[in-house]
């Protein structure tokens, strides 16, 4: 396998000098494990203007050779470090789908979200795992009443793995276990980028047909690294009603669409779309304003998943980690409807 990525990678032109890189001594490191390969190359320039060509030509390639692969190149610049670079290894390979939960501001909803979309997949049959991803504000042990929860730590075959948090009969994984409820994250970005690393590639995941991840709201490293660190088979993004909160639904949708990080976007789910009173199940009040989600995805070519009205069975589910899909038949009805499109949607590829 080594030889075969060095004899695909001796074919891309280094264009300063006209020689490939790996006559340019570019290529540090080669890692693979399973279907995942992970390539190392180290200009000696800083900010090599030549770097983010050479890497998109080396992915191409080497997925153009080797079907089926998951490829990833980085990028390293100035003087190699003296210690070899760790082998490639991750506890992600038997998830079969992995969908970015996001949105572009805070305050939709999202986690509700997510924890009601997760339990509705596992309705249906599906075996469901959730990330939390959301550094500063996890919200996901609340959600389903493991907030004491402490992770355990397991052994196998020399590498050590995080047991995640089951509840509900879904698999969870938050740095909420690992901090005081009290305590604030002051961390800089680079410290939540490793952590959420060590919660991606150490949590002992198992078989999983859908793991969701609850990104922070907006867009960042966070988000960044999900994409960098994870193969998204599709993004779903939350907003309420009001103008505010779909302007801010514009940015997340571009950045799944920009060119280079290109996951498809299955659809938009407006939450808080309405309040139904319990004692008028027949009466709406838009309170954040109608359809506002609807009009920019008929605008944008964006599909509508669903929308979910304010009702009270849903602020008290999250309260008592017992979201509302699971307890609640109305609410497993909308979040049902909207899981079959999600489904629909990732298994032809959006």
Known sequence: ??????????KIIYPETGRNILEEELLENIASEGDKIAVTLRFRKVRDPFALKIKTMAEDAL?????GKEV????????APKRPEPKLTTTTKNIARVIAIASGKGGVGKSTVTANLAIALRNMGFRVGILDADIYGPSQPKMFG???YLPDAVTEDGVDHIVPAE???IKLMSIGFFVKKTDALLWRGAMAVNALKQMI???KWGPLDFLL?????????IHLSIIGELNLDASVIVSTPQQIAVADVVRGVEMFRNKSVNVPVAGIIENMAWFTPEELPDHRYYIFG?????AYAEEHGVDLLGEVPIVQSIMEGGEEGQPAAGIDPRVEEWYRKIAEKVVEKVMKGC
Request: with cysteine; glycine share 10%.
């Open 290 to 294: 109608k359809g506002g989600a609807r």
């Open 1 to 10: 396998m080594e030889e075969q990525i060095k004899e695909v990678l001796s």
């Open 146 to 148: 493991c907030e004491d």
């Open 72 to 79: 990833f190149v980085l990028l390293k610049e100035g003087v």
């Open 201 to 203: 590639h150490q949590t």
């Open 167 to 169: 509840a509900l009969d």
């Open 213 to 221: 991840c609850d990104l922070p709201p907006g867009t960042g490293d």
């Open 63 to 67: 997925r153009a050779a080797l079907p």
